[in-house]
């Protein structure tokens, strides 16, 4: 232990010239003898302390704080995104709700964009507007014309990157720029990356949040969320309100997480590998309309992808030609290995529809899209069988 929590700092220089699948590995800290590899799960809220000095000192004295598998997740967060601190909560909405807060108050203004996820717009329109903090909703694809959205009191740009359901590729860096200029903080939703594929402390951004949820854990059978900041200014605004809030994670959950960062970088590249080999055969039916996925030549964002990130997840949006919702319900059914359910980055390939979620600005995106959006995630089954699996499903669409 030994580290404030929350404010796990990047191991030394030695490991940062190692590549991102070896420094998720090497961020062991260090343990008890006999030593394990992984660290010891303490279930506790109670740490006895030996002395008065002890009780008071700088190190955690109650669970709530987080113990030695905590500290050991703090710190392969701050290796895979870059950052000086990291900040756990229960779930990736509570690390969004407690990073955006922390970095606002009463009379700001705050700027989002309209594809952020969903609960989190949620969030911002209805929580941060209780809280005397007012928000604009602002489209996507917007870039440097973010500065005609901006006012005195305007604190904060909350991104996501591609956006939730509709995957735009934000023009982060000159937004970045256009916030830095007039001391805005920005804030990236970046668990679509899973902060192996995108990078946003590195262009500039002040805090970027993952839903530990989906990539991390992996496996579709835990909760957790993580906020790491850029300067430990700013993380110590983060870690004062997850204080101030109660938040912690539970040390199951957390150790969950620190198994999931060990094997990221290898499931990531199996679940981009299939995603991409689904969207382009996708592409190529009369059934579809147009393949969301930034890493195709075809998206409207291709070329800032390209600049900005260095690989794709396996999550991509599919919109079908017209579809009655008798077909659109008898296609779904067919399917036998895409199953239903929210959430995604888990190793098993789910497909929902999503226009009941889309509830967008006037301009709606879905007035001018050709049919029903479907949400894929590519798990790591043997591609050919997801896709005969769709193929046989097809039958009941109309081209
Ligand atoms: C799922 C998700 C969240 C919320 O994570 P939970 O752990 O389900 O609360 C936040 N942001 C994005 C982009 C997500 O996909």
Redesign the pocket.
């Known amino acids: 232990m030994g580290k404030r929590p929350g404010t796990a700092c990047c191991a030394g220089g030695r490991l940062k010239r190692a590549s991102l699948s070896t420094r998720l590995i090497h961020t062991r800290l260090a343990r008890l003898s006999p030593a394990t590899v992984n660290p010891p799960i303490e279930r506790a809220s109670t740490v006895l302390l030996p002395t008065n000095d002890a009780l008071y000192g700088p190190d955690p004295t109650y669970g709530r704080m987080g113990l030695t598998v905590h500290r050991e997740l703090e710190t392969a967060l701050c290796e895979l995104e870059g950052a000086a601190t990291a900040q756990l909560a229960p779930?990736?909405?509570?690390a969004?709700a407690l990073a955006i807060a922390s970095l606002t108050e009463a009379g700001d203004h705050v700027v989002i964009t309209d594809s952020l996820?969903g609960?989190?717009r949620r969030f911002c329109t209805r929580r941060l507007a209780a809280m005397g903090v007012s928000v604009t909703r602002v489209p996507p694809r917007i870039g440097a014309e973010i500065i005609d959205h901006i006012r005195p009191e305007t604190r904060l740009i909350v991104l996501?990157s591609p956006g939730?359901l509709t995957f735009e590729i934000m023009d982060t860096p000159t937004i970045v720029q256009v916030a830095a200029e007039r001391g805005i903080k920005t804030l990236l939703?970046n668990?679509?990356s899973a902060g192996v594929y995108h990078k946003p402390l590195e262009l500039g951004v002040d805090v970027s949040?993952q839903?530990?949820?989906?990539y991390a854990i992996g496996h579709a059978d835990a909760?957790?969320?993580a906020a790491m900041a850029r300067d430990e200014a700013t993380g110590a605004k983060i870690v004062d309100c997850a204080r101030d809030w109660g938040l912690s994670l539970g040390p199951e959950e957390a150790y969950t997480a620190l198994r999931g960062l060990r094997t990221l970088p290898v499931r990531l590249d199996a679940h981009q590998r299939a995603g991409l080999i689904l969207a382009e055969w996708l592409e190529g039916r009369p059934e579809v309309a147009e393949i969301l996925h930034p890493a195709l030549p075809s998206h409207p964002d291709h070329a800032l992808w390209q600049r900005d990130f260095t690989g794709a997840s396996g999550l991509f949006g599919v919109v079908l030609t017209p579809q009655s919702d008798t077909a659109l319900d008898a296609f779904l059914g067919a399917l036998t290995r895409f199953a239903m359910g929210f959430?995604?980055g888990g190793y098993e390939s789910l497909l929902i529809p999503c226009d009941r979620q889309l509830t967008r600005l006037a301009g709606d995106w879905t007035e001018t899209k050709a049919g029903p959006l479907l949400r894929v995630h590519a798990g790591l089954e043997d591609p050919a069988d997801l896709i005969a699996d769709l193929e046989a499903a097809f039958a009941h669409l109309s081209a």
């Open positions: 779930t990736g909405l509570s969004c996820y609960p989190t996501e939730s939703d668990t679509w949040v839903a530990l949820t989906k909760f957790g969320g959430s995604w």
